[in-house]
């Protein structure tokens, strides 16, 4: 085991992406020979077969491939390690990875890093939107660096959760709807109106489902959608009414928005990283930005 090195696991990784030792070896610009030895090697220190052989080609084996993401894991960190030594992955020319939710990366977002490269013009974003779930397991996993979701997570403690800021909660319905012209509304009377509604799995899903729980009222779910744009547009043509985080996503004459007034809903948002890992030079900065402009 202590003789296992970077060279052997990025030959492995080279022969399980070609499946084939030949183009392994013509990618790495080393000899077929070489390459055998290198896989046989580490085979051998860690005492199973990682590869079989089929004819020409080989594939990888059962343990083989729960090898693979092993693999790649240990090269990235020391990646990441020798690129934070030598100053590549500085604050201001880093990268910074963010998983999100779909409301936040229609405007804030945006917004927000375009303050940021004002003042840190090299730094580079990768932007990945998904479901709470879908950011917090990225977050875990070590696919993103930053992720923002709301309302915050619970139950996960090797994730580190600051609040950002809260939305409120307003109901939309078309124009020409009975409720058109009230200075705010409450759930009760929307409580028979057909709905449409973020799905089940979401986090803003899980706030409204909660109001209408506490207030003892019975919902009429009539579509769901897992994008905003979309719930809007169902709205716009008639076919429901929709509590939504405002703004709406996009301005629209077809769509009258109401306060709501009892009980208010607001979703707080919060920035959320895993504690296990230092922050990358470049996502600490991002992070710091975003805390010290939200209240």
């Known amino acids: 085991m202590d003789r296992i090195n970077i060279d052997q696991l990025e030959t492995f990784l080279a022969v399980a992406d070609h499946g084939h030792l030949g183009r392994a070896a013509e990618a790495l610009g080393a000899d077929q020979s070489t390459v055998s030895r290198k896989v046989a090697r580490l085979e051998q220190e860690l005492g199973v077969a990682l590869f079989e052989r089929i004819g020409r080609s080989i594939r990888l084996t059962q343990p083989g491939a729960r090898f693979v993401h092993r693999a790649e894991r240990v090269i990235h960190d020391l990646q990441e390690a020798v690129d934070e030594i030598r100053g590549v992955a500085s604050a201001e020319s880093g990268e910074v990875r963010i998983g999100f939710l779909h409301t936040v990366g229609i405007h804030w977002l945006p ?22 779930p879908e950011v917090i397991s990225g977050l875990l996993s070590g696919d993103y660096d930053l992720g923002i ?26 124009v020409g709807h009975r409720l058109v012209g009230r200075t705010s509304v409450t759930l009760r009377d929307i409580a028979d109106e057909a709905l449409v509604l973020p ?97």
């Not at 803003?204 to 003892?216: K, L, P, S, T, Y």
């Not at 709406?248 to 919060?270: D, H, K, N, W, Y």
């Open 111 to 132: 917004e927000q890093m375009a303050r940021f490269l004002r003042d840190h013009p090299n730094v580079r974003f990768s932007l990945a939107e998904g479901t709470p």
């Open 149 to 174: 979701v709301g309302p915050p997570p619970t139950g996960h403690r090797d994730l580190e959760v600051r609040a950002l800021f809260r939305e409120r909660v307003a109901v939309a319905v078309p």
């Open 199 to 295: 799905r089940e799995r979401t986090g803003m899903r899980r706030v409204i489902d909660e109001a209408f729980e506490r207030e003892g009222l019975a919902k009429r779910v009539a579509y769901e959608g897992d994008d905003f744009t979309i719930i809007q547009g169902l709205v716009e043509s008639g076919l429901g009414v929709t509590l939504l985080p405002m703004p709406l996503p996009f301005p629209s004459e077809r769509v009258a928005v109401i306060p709501l007034r009892q009980p208010p809903i607001a979703r707080t948002m919060a920035l959320c990283w895993d504690r296990r890992r230092a922050l990358p030079a470049s996502a600490a900065l991002f992070s710091e930005h975003l805390l010290s402009s939200e209240t």
